[in-house]
């Protein structure tokens, strides 16, 4: 398609200037909010004062997780040192970054700027992507690798019509895929959908036959790790907060699309599964050899992006529940590829009348979001601890007291839990009364824990503290309300006092009696 008159000139400008706004802001602000409760425990699983690789790795054995974010996160503080809020979020806002580039170049040669740049700008106005390239997890790596794989895999589809095996190719697509799964083992199933839909396009045996020794050759390190990961993982991965019923899947699916784009991308990325099916039958058969078919690419990335989901679905119903909403953030570049391409064929048909308003409106609506980088709240709508506990530790009276500390109990951290997770924006030699309580317990039951006391001493001066809950994402607002209005009818509160709840940010709450 033709990409060279002045409106596609306007709309490459646009979406570049809109792309670079975005990287610019998932650098900003890094280190001016608090760490999240996730974040807590890369702080803990990649902690730089670990001097060895092999204590950072015993330590790091013990997640779930396998060890390949956590290394570099590590490798990374330990080389540039500094704070960790800062460098970790800085080496994630440079992956997600870095992942726009390779988007940038994982089009076929003859697609223009105007549709690569078009994908880029849809990614980095994406919530998922923002998110998590302002949060140290591994998430933001994620999009990195899955992005490599869909940049080698659609080498290897362009030179499969040849008959080539492209053996090069598909030694990079084996270090990639391997390289993945021990970062993330969602990324596991993403390889083996490369390898599965490239297996559809083969024209010879000897591809064939290649692609599966790539796919064993990823596959079987992965199995013979994980069987020795297992015995070091620290969690009863039986006690998750996965589930296999209809309502918690309906939930995930629907949040993961979500957040992978905005209404206007969400409408073209719908469009795009059913016009690739219909290029493809209708328009070029598979049979064909080319290798710039884009009906081909579509199918391709569309199977990649189907792969993933549908075996995780699989897997939870067969063994562990392991499907979730960020099984799409394993698929995210994938999807915006394939955004990218449908969005600029729907672009490239439209007569000279509509071009401009809707290139106008698009401009306008990845403009706004970009912007928010900027002037939105960002990071501060997450769990504020640093505010919580340094509100605590301030209160008079309540210095060399013990501070009472609830949330739930986190199995990965054999020891001083209230210090090294819990208590990170607290001074170790405040004393803190650490008050587990499971995933399974409810707020009935938790109110029939040592808390009521606590709050009883409160209101008697015994005990000058009050209480932080944290970590409590189970429960909502009101949740929290209906509890302290339960504790306060338990222990008779009186008329003179009352039990207030100051909540910082998401998930961080103070309860006092005034």
């Given at each position: 398609m ?29 280190d ?7 974040e ?8 730089a ?6 204590a ?18 590590w490798a ?10 800062l ?18 170049f994982?089009f ?11 994908a ?6 994406s ?20 992005a ?12 499969l019509?040849?008959g ?13 895929g ?19 839909m ?5 024209w010879n045996?000897?591809q064939r036959?290649?692609?599966?020794v790539?796919?064993?050759a990823?596959?079987?390190?992965v ?18 907060w ?21 209404p206007?991308?969400r409408?073209?990325?719908v469009?795009?599964?059913?016009a ?9 058969p ?19 992006c ?17 499907f ?19 969005g ?5 048909r439209l ?31 997450r769990?504020?601890?640093?505010d ?5 530790e ?17 199995d990965?951290?054999?020891a ?7 208590g ?17 317990n ?5 109110s ?18 009050p ?5 409590v ?13 339960d504790?306060g ?6 008329v ?19």
């Amino acid at each position: 398609m033709d990409q060279s008159g002045l409106p596609w000139r306007v709309g490459t400008l646009g979406f570049l200037l809109i792309a670079a706004m975005c990287a610019i802001g998932a650098f900003y602000q890094l280190d001016t909010a608090s760490l999240t409760t996730d974040e807590f425990f890369t702080a803990y699983f990649a902690d730089a004062s670990q001097i060895s690789t092999s204590a950072a790795i015993s330590r790091i054995a013990e997640d779930v997780h396998p060890p390949g974010y956590y290394l570099l996160t590590w490798a990374s503080l330990r080389l540039f040192g500094g704070d960790f809020t800062l460098t970790a979020r800085a080496l994630s806002a440079f992956l997600s970054v870095a992942t726009l580039v390779v988007i940038y170049f994982s089009f076929p040669r003859k697609i223009g700027q105007f549709t690569r740049l078009f994908a880029v700008a849809g990614a980095a106005t994406s919530s998922a992507w923002f998110y998590y390239a302002q949060e140290a997890r591994s998430y933001a790596l994620v999009f990195l690798l899955s992005a490599a794989l869909l940049f080698i895999g659609l080498r290897i589809l362009r030179a499969l019509p040849s008959g080539s095996l492209a053996l090069p190719l598909l030694a990079a697509l084996g270090g990639v895929g391997l390289a993945s799964a021990l970062s993330h083992y969602y990324l596991l199933l993403l390889a083996g959908s490369v390898v599965g839909m490239l297996l559809l396009f083969t024209w010879n045996w000897g591809q064939r036959v290649a692609l599966v020794v790539t796919g064993f050759a990823i596959l079987l390190p992965v199995v013979a790790f994980i069987s020795w990961h297992e015995g070091q993982i620290v969690v009863d991965t039986q006690k998750t907060w996965f589930s296999v019923d209809a309502k918690f899947l309906g939930a995930h699916l629907y949040k993961g699309f979500l957040d992978i784009q905005r209404p206007l991308l969400r409408a073209i990325l719908v469009f795009a599964f059913f016009a690739s099916w219909v290029l493809l039958f209708l328009k070029r058969p598979i049979t064909q050899k080319s290798s710039d078919d884009i009906s081909q690419i579509c199918i391709f990335v569309t199977g990649c992006c189907f792969g993933p989901l549908l075996a995780g679905i699989v897997i939870s119903f067969l063994s562990d529940p392991i499907f979730s909403f960020r099984m799409f953030l394993v698929i995210a570049p994938f999807i915006w590829l394939l955004v990218g391409l449908i969005g600029g064929y729907v672009f490239s048909r439209l007569k000279a009348k509509l071009f401009w308003p809707l290139l106008c409106i698009t401009l306008i609506v990845f403009t706004s979001i970009s912007l928010s980088r900027f002037f939105g709240d960002g990071l501060s709508q997450r769990e504020n601890w640093r505010d919580s506990a340094a509100f605590v530790e301030q209160m008079p009276g309540c210095t060399g007291k013990t501070i009472p500390v609830v949330g739930f109990e986190q199995d990965y951290i054999s020891a001083n839990e209230a210090d090294v997770f819990y208590g990170y924006y607290m001074d170790v030699s405040q004393p803190k009364d650490w008050l587990k309580i499971s995933f399974e317990n409810d707020l009935a039951s938790l109110s029939g824990t040592a808390l009521p006391g606590l709050i009883k001493a409160r209101i008697t001066d015994e005990q000058q503290c009050p209480l932080l809950l944290w970590s409590v994402h189970h429960w909502s607002r009101a949740d929290i309300e209906a509890f302290v209005k339960d504790v306060g009818e338990q222990i008779s509160v009186p008329v003179t006092r009352s039990i207030k709840i100051s909540e910082f940010g998401l998930d961080s709450y103070v309860v006092m009696v005034e």
